[in-house]
């Protein structure tokens, strides 16, 4: 590397690290400078492609991607086989069967609508979308302590925030890890910010989700990961499961309220963004139980969108790893399982 390359990185590693928000500007040549020009025109190209698609031919594009994948990757589908008969140990084999094909098409549609998404104005954004329980979310908004949403990977989740910061006027800021590849880490950031929504890297977070808050903002949290480290028992689905206690946190220290998004696909191709009625949030004095229980609130509200619609979930992480870790052939835990 040149020595104008060496300063030039310099520079822009100390302006990242001088702001405690990772921000990324729209889609432009310089985020994307290193990429050959082929690749630009051929994204470009792809996503006009897309965007011009009808909402039968965008689902029936989705649905092909999906089978593809459901026929192609063997490792997923029978983590999403194993985590559906787990949760559902009464649903026969056929209805696993058809709910992981189900499953894998959520996921080929919402790759594809996301693509579209890039195309899409704001307007059209609010003419996909219907909001349901929009005043618990408005009050939340003028009580002004600034709002700790919690969602799941449901349905497709990545719209839901876009059309949230365009309907409410008010950046949303979304707590994340990086993609793999590089390249796809990029683009869905593109989509993900185009609005004015801001990223926060989930590495070393809370400290940026703190100061988001008190600023009256509004922080976004995916309550239904995994997570052995720096977690709280829960119970998922009736049986035990990690969850990361943030939000419970944030609540305990900001006193700000916790509101639950869950957007979700209608049969004509719109979606359906449902905001229920704030988290009960216990403020006992005894830290560690308020974390615990809220924690399993949150996990209680994120299960009953899950069970209403659980052929829309992504049920391809190892959910119950930290207790069942036998639930997921091949799978080598790092330290000694825990005791359920």
């Known amino acids: 590397m040149r020595r104008g390359g060496i300063a030039l990185y310099r520079l822009r590693m100390k302006e990242r690290s001088a702001d405690p928000i990772m921000t990324v500007e729209p889609w432009t040549d310089s985020i994307r400078s290193d990429e050959p020009e082929q690749d630009r025109r051929t994204h470009g190209l792809l996503s006009r492609f897309v965007g011009s698609l009808s909402a039968t031919g965008l689902a029936r594009c989705g649905n092909l991607l999906g089978e593809l994948a459901y026929r192609s990757d063997r490792r997923h589908r029978i983590i999403v086989q194993h985590n559906l008969k787990f949760a559902f140990p009464a649903w026969e084999e056929h209805r696993i069967a058809e709910v992981s094909r189900r499953v894998f098409h959520n996921i080929g549609r919402t790759l594809t609508e996301m693509v579209q998404c890039t195309q899409m104005s704001r307007s059209a954004i609010y003419a996909r979308c219907q909001l349901k329980g929009e005043e618990h979310f408005q009050r939340a908004l003028e009580a ?36 793999v590849p590089r390249r796809l880490d990029r683009w869905v950031n593109h989509a993900r910010t185009r609005f004015g929504n801001h990223l926060i890297s989930k590495k070393q977070a809370f400290p940026k989700m703190l100061k988001a808050i008190r600023g009256n903002g509004i922080v976004a949290l995916m309550a239904d990961l995994s997570s052995r480290k720096q977690s709280v028992p829960v ?45 009960a949030v216990q403020r006992s004095g005894n830290l560690k139980d308020d974390l615990k229980r809220n924690t399993q609130r949150i996990t209680d509200i994120v299960e009953k969108a899950v069970r209403e619609y659980p052929e829309q979930y992504l049920w391809m992480q190892k959910r119950w790893k930290e207790y069942y870790p036998h639930l997921y052939p091949g799978y080598r835990p790092r330290f000694t399982p825990l005791e359920d």
């Open 144 to 179: 002004g302590r600034g709002i700790i949403l919690v969602s799941a990977h449901l349905g497709n989740w990545e719209i839901g925030l876009q059309y949230l910061a365009c309907h409410f006027g008010k950046r949303v800021h979304l707590v994340v890890r990086p993609l």
């Open 235 to 279: 119970d998922y689905f009736g049986r035990r499961a990690r969850t990361s206690p943030a939000a419970a946190m944030l609540a305990a220290r900001c006193r700000a309220p916790i509101i639950a998004a869950f957007t979700t696909r209608n049969p004509d191709g719109s979606f359906s963004i449902n905001i229920p009625p704030p988290v």
